[in-house]
């Protein structure tokens, strides 16, 4: 099976990023949102960014223009009657993310596979809402989706070994290095980074160091490119403790405890980068 053509759902800076890169490697691509006004700030967004690379002597103008060209807005899901593949990037939320996919295995055809790009939540859980569990994976894509190689593929239960394989070329297709992970909570990346956070996380709640001193430790003595807790602010401390609680609830285990200090935070709507403020202040 050959992907020619591609739904993402989200036009969030996940979206926006999976839609780029389907673009960019001539992909016809639907980006989906149900805010028309949304799906235009982040094509926008967009080409901001093929514009930086056009400067930079990454990518030709032709190439710009024919990524753009590809990208198509729409705020219903109908389109998805044309596509090989779908993409979810909705919110992470189990129920949502259930009602999309009941209503795509209505409306796309049988051979089309419909991939999520959920960080922690179970593939076999929301495959179990279509007809078609042997065609639903997961495509963990990392943040920023342009920059980043790694794309975790992750098999439910029903995944089919031949699902796999298409999803596997197409991922290295789009520039990227396929990785298949087991369904369970937090699959591999999450599992272990959110750890990494909540313990930074917990360092600062008992006074051990400062954050700044944290991710100082971690990128000059580990050799880390971003410390733990500034990785946490771009994250948006919102989602990382959604994460450990997903996390704690799947493997019943005290030891994925979010830190008080991530509740209080959150609870405080210092949710990182995106308010103004978390471990640190953004102007």
Known sequence: MTINTTMVIGAGQMGGGIAQVCAAAGRKVYLNDIDRSFIDKRLDFIAGLLTKDVAKGRITEEQKAA????????????????????????????DI????????????????????????????????VTKRPEQVIGMHF????????LVEMIRGVATSDETTAIIRQEATDLGKVPVEVRDVPGFVSNRVLQMLINEAAFCVYEGVATPEDIDTVMTLGMNHPMGPLTLADFIGLDTVLYILEV?????????????????????????????GRGFYVYD
């Open 67 to 94: 990524t753009l060209a590809n990208l198509i807005p729409v705020t219903d899901l109908d389109p998805a009657a044309d596509c090989d593949l779908v993409i979810e990037a909705a919110v992470e939320n189990m």
């Open 247 to 275: 996390m704690q609830a799947g493997y019943g285990d005290p030891k994925y405890r979010p830190c008080p200090l991530l509740r209080q935070y959150v609870k405080a709507g210092w949710l990182g980068k995106k308010s």
């Open 97 to 128: 993310k259930g009602k999309i996919f009941a209503q795509l295995d209505e409306i796309c055809p049988a051979a089309t596979i419909l991939a999520s790009n959920t960080s922690s939540l179970p593939i076999t859980e929301i495959a179990a």
């Open 142 to 149: 990392m943040n920023p989706v342009p920059v980043m190689k």
